[in-house]
Each structure stands twice: as structure tokens, then as C-alpha cells.
């Protein structure tokens, strides 16, 4: 079966268009299932046929994944894996029915995802030594992570090019390429040119410096690539170095009692429940193309015999109608990663508009 798993990886990395990290993913779960074939069967896992791969084998497949101690979203990514591998045998006539439709997933676990509160997350962001150049880069991933919630993958791929430090803005490529801009605050923008102005005086390695292609003639007239995080050697940060940074800070910024020891990157996420907005998201709020449209925020008539009509019919609640047209009517403004209405003048205080 190893060369319908390579033609299978082969069909979702040019027809799919996945990523390097699900092609991974994907590799890993079906090699797993294989030798686990392999083991049942008695043969070596070069050796499995298309045909042992049936039902008993992937329920039994899951209850090893059980007895191992794996979790029930780990196990059903792999039955997921399973699946659609088994779609794709099928669609090439390899076999002649699913034998993972009569397999059903496990239950996801209901849990809450763990967060910081605003006092935590003001002493996170305080704990980095900003009098070494460690200290100062490790402050810009956190006020950067707090600002805009970004995911860990694209932060580690911005570069210094992406980020605009004028308008507060990021270029972020995101999911299957999509660019899109991500604003951020004035705390986050004076942590980043902190640190671009040590990254500028560090040598840049040679192996992120350009684009991997695979031709050498693509090579040669690829994009000249500065990372914006550096690691000590003048290399991009990996996911990894990030997630450890991070998971450091938050187990030294004396983390409460109640909050999971697997707090990831995420904790710091300006969407998080619970968050209320204080003077250092002050600086994010930026009006969208939408306030300044009067036409978007005008009440709809309904035609009546060819022609408009100006005021609501009898029948309906006028109050009700306006209460609704004028809640439609307010700007919104772009906050820290979230929609929110525009703040009351004065609310946030002399030390909050001078942080602005």
C-alpha cells in the first residue's frame, strides 16, 4: 500500500492544495495506520496489502490510540485522516466500498480554553527584560500577539516588509495564501521598532534569506526575504522557539491557580472571554470604509405602486424600527482584534488618550 499512499499525498498536495504542515499530518496518520496493519497482519509494513485495510482494522487501529493515551481530538484528526484516504481508494476503484463509514468518531471534550485576565495580561507583558536584545524581541512577540491575535504560524512568517510601522499595520498571509491587514496598537508598534533596530545591526542567514523554489532560474529572482523575528544566529524564529517563549513568560508572570499548565500562545489573544478594554488597546481603534459610507447606514424604503416610501407602514412599531435603524447607524471601529462600538470621549481617562 505504500504506493497508494504516495499517490495519495501526491493527489492532496497538487490537487487539494494543502499545506506543508496537513500533508504532514496527513503523512503521519496513515503511516501510523499502516504499521499498526502491519502488526495485525504479522508482514512488514511495505508488505500490506489495500485489501487489509478494513474496518476491524481502523476500530481496532482506534482502540490502540485509546489504550495509548491519546486524546479524542487527536484521535478523531486521525480517523479524519483515515477517511479521506479511504475516499480516495475508493474514488480510484482500489476498493470497492468506505470501510471507515461504520466507525464513529469519539465525543469531543467540552472544555473552556484557557486565557489571562487583564491584570495577568498587563503583568505578562511586563515580565520581558527590555534591557537585552532577547528581552527587547520576546517583548514584540507578546505586545504583537496581544494587539492583533494573530495565529503562531503567521507571526513567525511576517517580515519586515509585511509590517507597516507608520499606520500600525500588518500584512498577514494567513490559510490557503489569503493576505489580509491586521492593524495593531502604539504599544506594540513602539515593542516592534525596539526590536527592528537590534534585528537591523545582526547578520541575516543565508538559508531564509529567499524563497525555497525548486527551480534554480526561479531561485535566483525570488523575493529576498527579511524575517522579522530573528532567532540569536540571525535565522527565523520557528513555531516551536515561539510557543516556548511564550509558554516561559506566562509560567513566570505568576499565573493563576485555576489556568491549565498547557497555556499556549493563545492566552494572550485580545478576543478572549472576559477581556475589558484598557489603554493599551487605545491606540487599535481605526475606522472602517463603512463609517464613512452614509448610503450603508441609511433606512431602506419598500416600493409601493412604482414609487418610495419615506415613513414606516401603521402596522409596524416605529419605535422599535428607529431604535434598530440607529443601532445600524453607529460607526464600528476596529479594537485590538475585535468589532466594537466607538469609546465615550474622556471614558478611558487622561493617562489612555495620552498613551494615543
Known amino acids: 500500500m505504500k504506493d497508494q499512499v504516495k499517490a495519495f499525498l501526491a493527489f492532496l498536495q497538487y490537487n487539494r492544495n494543502v499545506s506543508p504542515h496537513t500533508l504532514r499530518a496527513y503523512d503521519t496518520d496513515v503511516t501510523q495506520f499502516l504499521e499498526h496493519l502491519a502488526e495485525r497482519d504479522g508482514v512488514k509494513p511495505s508488505e500490506v496489502r489495500v485489501e487489509s485495510f478494513d474496518t476491524d482494522g481502523v476500530r481496532t487501529f482506534m482502540a490502540a490510540l485509546h489504550a495509548r493515551g491519546n486524546r479524542r481530538a487527536s484521535t478523531s484528526r486521525r480517523l479524519a485522516a483515515l477517511r479521506t484516504f479511504a475516499r480516495y481508494l475508493v474514488r480510484e476503484e482500489l476498493l470497492p466500498d468506505d470501510p471507515t463509514a461504520l466507525v464513529g468518531a469519539p465525543r469531543k471534550e467540552q472544555t473552556l480554553p484557557a486565557h489571562l485576565g487583564v491584570e495577568e495580561t498587563e503583568r505578562l507583558l511586563a515580565t520581558p527584560d527590555t534591557a537585552s536584545v532577547a528581552g527587547r524581541r520576546d517583548h514584540a512577540i507578546l505586545e504583537l500577539f496581544y494587539a492583533s491575535g494573530l495565529r503562531l504560524s503567521e507571526l513567525v512568517d511576517l517580515d519586515l516588509d509585511d509590517v507597516n510601522m507608520s499606520s500600525r499595520v500588518a500584512r498577514v498571509r494567513g490559510k490557503g495564501g489569503k493576505e489580509r491587514l491586521v492593524p495593531f496598537n502604539h504599544a506594540a508598534a513602539t515593542a516592534l521598532r525596539a526590536m527592528t533596530a537590534d534585528s537591523l545591526k545582526m547578520p541575516s542567514s543565508t538559508s531564509n534569506s529567499k524563497l525555497r523554489t ?142 494615543c
Open 214 to 355: 525548486s527551480n534554480s532560474r526561479m531561485r535566483s529572482h525570488a523575493r529576498s526575504r527579511r524575517p522579522l523575528f530573528l532567532n540569536l544566529r540571525g535565522g527565523r524564529l520557528t513555531t516551536r522557539s515561539v510557543d516556548r517563549i511564550v509558554r516561559k513568560y506566562v509560567r513566570a508572570g505568576d499565573r493563576p491557580r485555576h489556568q491549565p499548565a498547557r497555556a499556549a500562545p493563545h492566552v494572550c489573544d485580545p478576543s478572549a472571554p472576559g477581556r475589558r478594554r484598557s489603554a493599551r488597546d487605545s491606540g487599535t481603534a481605526r475606522p472602517l470604509a463603512a463609517e464613512h459610507d452614509a448610503a450603508l447606514h441609511a433606512p431602506r424604503r419598500r416600493p409601493i405602486d412604482g414609487g418610495l416610501q419615506g415613513r414606516p407602514s401603521a402596522g409596524k412599531k416605529i419605535g422599535r424600527e428607529s431604535a434598530s435603524i440607529r443601532r445600524r447607524s453607529l460607526p464600528v471601529l476596529w479594537v485590538g482584534g475585535a468589532l466594537s462600538s466607538p469609546p465615550v470621549p474622556g471614558a478611558l481617562g487622561a493617562s489612555a488618550e495620552s498613551r
